[in-house]
């Protein structure tokens, strides 16, 4: 089955600085990919949908300048929290949608944890 | 009011159980329907989708959709402690690929 990754599954950040979280399609070439935060024990929030070769697009309320989308080629897709603060300390998963299948299903990564201190 | 309402739980269950956990919506341009669950700190896994009114049926898990009362609704039978995760609906409108997901329901299966 298709398998999405993200690196790092864990990251401690001090406020201020930035962080890059990566999310890997394994075994399809995924043009399509979207990144969602997810606080504890709430729903999974839509922040912006990654389109290979071209701009991100962001949700209604998501800063794009702090939140950074890069999908440079078929299978990556990078996050970068620019200068973190505390309240961007959340769950991130991203999720990517084979272009080849039927169906609308999106294949999700592990998720990524990023503590801001 | 939300687009796709689910009860947060959470729901405990004594093994064996048939479990039913339900999603309401209010755009009656959702096309597809899809149950993921997700293990604490872990990814959504995908158990089942649909985009017709109607049944599906897959194992143990049984998914219903009534798009005339905007209510879908994912049924465990036999329910294991492992099945203990969130259950998330997701739904899909028509002419995009995005999901717009429920809050999710906390499952707790008791040995």
């Known amino acids: 089955g298709a398998v999405v990754s993200q690196h790092p599954s864990w990251v401690i950040c001090k406020s201020g600085t930035s962080v890059k979280i990566e999310c890997r399609s394994l075994?399809?070439?995924?043009?399509?990919m979207f990144w969602y935060r997810q606080f504890p024990k709430q729903s999974l929030m839509l922040m912006a949908t990654?389109?290979?070769?071209?701009?991100?697009?962001?949700e209604q309320g998501v800063e794009k300048d702090k939140f950074l989308i890069n999908h440079a080629s078929l299978t990556l897709s990078t996050l970068t929290v620019t200068s973190a603060h505390p309240e961007d300390s959340s769950f991130y998963i991203c999720?990517?949608?084979?272009?080849?299948?039927?169906?609308?299903?999106?294949?999700f990564g592990p998720g990524t944890r990023l503590t801001v201190t | 009011q939300k687009e796709v309402e689910q009860d947060p739980g959470p729901l405990s269950v004594p093994e064996g159980a048939i479990v039913s956990l339900n999603c309401t919506y209010s755009?009656?341009?959702?096309?597809?329907f899809m149950w993921y669950r997700q293990y604490s700190r872990k990814g959504p896994e995908l158990l089942m989708y649909t985009y017709s009114s109607g049944n599906k049926e897959d194992g143990r898990f049984t998914a219903q959709v009534d798009k005339s009362s905007k209510y879908i609704s994912l049924f465990i039978r036999d329910s294991q402690p492992s099945d203990s995760a969130t259950y998330l609906c997701?739904?899909?409108?028509?002419?995009?690929?995005?999901?717009?997901f429920g809050t999710g329901t906390r499952l707790k299966v008791l040995a």
């Open positions: 997701a739904l899909v409108p028509s002419g995009t690929y995005k999901y717009i």
């Open positions: 075994d399809f070439q995924a043009t399509t």
């Open positions: 755009n009656s341009a959702f096309q597809y």
């Open positions: 999720s990517a949608r084979d272009p080849l299948a039927s169906t609308y299903e999106q294949y």
């Open positions: 990654s389109n290979e070769g071209s701009k991100a697009t962001y």
